[in-house]
């Protein structure tokens, strides 16, 4: 199994609180990448990462925010949690998507956020 | 635009019938990557497959198979001889080299009786 952890794996907040969800890799990947699952709706991608301090948005990034200090850490920020992302929060990590094609990506375990 | 349906919400059968969760996909490019996870109760999500557009071939791994028909736009998935232990949700997405990442379907849910 790939590396991958997810931190908290389960948190209740109210609305209008800052959240940060963590995931940590120990497979040195260069992609990260975080989702949302929501039912009916499948996975959507929220933020990815390219490399250390290279991010950038994907479907449903309003309200999120990402930073990527370090390889193995990639950090989903909810600045003012609202109860529309109320979802299960899933990391995954690639280790290339150029030249050889895309490979396969790894998920972390998840993160079940509840915002009140 | 790239977009993956799994047109079968939800899908019953009974242990071991055999079942097939379809997958049709939309892309204008002309290399891509498709691919099945499965995600049980416990709700992780587990890889399964990986295919490219220039491979059509057949694969069949232990009960499982897959069926890829550029022709059709389709990449199904077969389960022979249906187990409990195979109730899960299961998503097709498609990766290509003008995204950047995964387009999931919205998965199907199979659930398989005693």
């Known amino acids: 199994d790939a590396g991958i952890t997810q931190s908290p794996r389960h948190k209740v907040t109210e609305t209008g609180t800052p959240v940060t969800l963590r995931c940590h890799q120990t497979?040195?990947?260069?992609?990260m990448y975080w989702y949302r699952q929501d039912p009916g709706h499948g996975l959507r991608l929220i933020h990815y990462s390219y490399g250390v301090k290279d991010t950038d948005k994907g479907e449903v990034s309003d309200g999120y925010s990402v930073s990527r200090s370090k390889t193995e850490d990639f950090l989903l920020t909810l600045e003012s949690a609202t109860s529309s992302q109320t979802s299960v929060y899933f990391c995954?990590?690639?280790?290339?998507?150029?030249?050889?094609?895309?490979?396969?990506?790894?998920f972390g375990p998840g993160t079940r956020l509840t915002v009140l | 635009a790239q977009k993956v349906t799994q047109a079968q919400t939800e899908i019953s059968v009974v242990e071991k019938e055999d079942v097939t969760l379809d997958c049709v996909y939309e892309?204008?490019?002309?290399?891509?990557?498709l691919f099945w996870y499965k995600q049980p109760p416990s709700g992780e999500l587990v890889f399964l497959i990986r295919r490219n557009s220039f491979d059509e071939q057949n694969e069949i791994s232990g009960r499982y198979s897959w069926n890829f028909q550029k022709s059709t736009s389709s990449f199904n998935f077969t389960i022979t001889a249906s187990q409990v232990v195979d109730s899960a949700v299961y998503f097709c997405a498609l990766f290509s080299n003008s995204g950047y990442a995964l387009n999931f379907g919205k998965g199907t849910s199979l659930l398989v009786t005693p």
């Open positions: 892309t204008r490019d002309t290399t891509y990557y």
């Open positions: 995954a990590i690639s280790e290339s998507q150029s030249s050889g094609g895309a490979n396969e990506q790894f």
């Open positions: 497979e040195n990947h260069r992609y």
